[in-house]
């Protein structure tokens, strides 16, 4: 409830923004970009070891595309990222190029805060954006791009899955049939996932790839969809391999990534980043040894944590702000971003450096599970995301550990929802 009030609240706060897509007054776009000038990129990722300077270094080229700009980083932590834009923002100030977190992106849209880019790429880079990235697109304006889209896949251990005599699965019930043989022949934890409310916020997203698999939706834009057939489905299936016999029952994310990296795990559904994370450790299972595969539900469907890009409407730089935009979005351009941002996909379908993808080959699978995601943001029920997000899990826990079915579990959710409005 607090997290949809606090929402809510910075939404009346950059309310009284001008420009942007809510035909408030336009602002001035500033000098054209071949005058140059400096523009200010604010990133809470600018502070992370190593990756920030990456990063970085991929951003300070346009400057050489560019010879009259500059680009300044402006360093937010990630604690402080959304409450610092919002207050800078809202007074009429802030960067020019700003970074966004899906659930904060709403409000900066629905408040006019963020600059059209409907126009800015050439042709060749606007054929070649994933279609994930009509995301962000607000009252049919173009309002952010993709900067970083972290995926899921399927991915498991070459070697257990040999030794249980087992192939990767393909449907949800050929991943429960799988999970319970390599337990019973290896004695291994077949299949992990998140499954425990005290990781509500990113179990969720984790959830969530189960509803969309199965084509479901948590709402149509108009009202709450949550015991639609195809979520009911999910649900079931999930409880399928809850029960599985070779499911890690009370193993949180960090106790199943430390397991899976040791060689104990045989499958795991999770997103990219956790899995090189998996599989960087000195002693732990390598890359050569692990492979993925899109998700095995009917509906193709899946979830993905997202952040995009996007031009503050206040800035007074708008016109260098698209260059840079433009300049990013390029085949030549994106191919840095996609090495600099490894394991996450980008924008566009641009690979990342072949001796990466080499070293790395499961990350195809999740390459392809992005070009059909979704963000875990609900349309229409924007800021009132948290709230559904804890009726649906309590329910689902519940399913898990009290014995009701999965349709009764979602009936019980939509109902418990009924008061809430778009």
């Not at 990133?43 to 190593?50: C, M």
């Not at 207050?87 to 904060?104: E, V, Y």
Request: hydrophobic fraction near 40%; charge should be negative; aromatic fraction near 8%.
């Amino acid at each position: 409830m607090k997290s949809a009030i606090m929402a809510v609240a910075v939404g009346l706060a950059l309310s009284a923004c001008s420009g942007g897509a809510d035909g408030g007054a336009a602002k001035a776009s500033g000098p054209p970009a071949a005058e140059g000038g400096t523009l200010t990129f604010a990133n809470w990722q600018w502070l992370e070891p190593g990756r920030g300077a990456n990063i970085l270094d991929a951003v300070k080229q346009y400057e050489s595309a560019n010879p009259k700009a500059k680009v300044e980083k402006q360093e937010i932590t990630r604690a402080d990222y959304e409450k610092t834009i919002s207050t800078q923002i809202g007074s009429g100030a802030g960067p020019d190029i700003l970074i966004i977190p899906d659930p904060f992106f709403p409000e900066l849209a629905s408040s006019g805060a963020l600059e059209p880019l409907d126009g800015v790429l050439d042709p060749a880079s606007e054929s070649a954006l994933r279609k994930t990235n009509e995301n962000y697109k607000f009252d049919g304006k173009q309002l952010g791009l993709i900067w970083e889209a972290v995926p899921y896949a399927l991915f498991y251990n070459n070697d257990i899955m040999s030794a249980a005599g087992v192939k990767p699965p393909t449907t949800p019930d050929e991943l429960a049939t799988a999970a319970r043989t390599i337990k019973d022949k290896t004695g291994k934890t077949g299949f992990a996932v998140r499954h425990q409310l005290n990781e509500e916020s990113p179990w969720f997203t984790d959830y969530s790839n189960w509803a969309y698999g199965f084509g479901g939706k948590w709402s149509d834009g108009k009202k709450l969809t949550l015991n639609s057939e195809e979520n009911i489905a999910a649900a079931d299936a999930f409880l399928k391999a809850y029960k599985s016999g070779g499911f890690g029952v009370g193993d949180d994310a960090s106790t199943y990534r430390s397991k899976f990296a040791a060689g104990q795990v045989g499958m795991v559904i999770d997103n990219s980043s956790a899995l090189l994370t998996m599989v960087s450790s000195k002693d732990g299972v390598k890359s050569s040894q692990v492979s993925a595969s899109v998700l095995p539900f009917p509906g193709g469907g899946s979830a993905y944590a997202g952040f995009s890009i996007g031009i503050n409407a206040n800035s007074k730089n708008k016109e260098l702000a698209k260059d840079f935009i433009k300049w990013m979005m390029t085949a030549d351009t994106q191919s840095k971003f996609a090495d600099a941002l490894f394991p996450s996909g980008i924008a566009t379908g641009v690979s990342a450096p072949q001796a990466k993808i080499d070293a790395n080959p499961w990350i195809d699978a999740f390459y392809k599970q992005l070009d059909n995601s979704s963000s875990v943001v609900i349309p229409g029920f924007e800021t009132k995301t948290p709230q559904v997000r804890t009726i649906v899990l309590t329910q689902v826990a519940r399913m898990l550990t009290t014995g009701i079915s999965a349709k009764d579990a979602m009936d019980a959710a939509q109902q418990q929802a009924a008061s809430l409005t778009p």
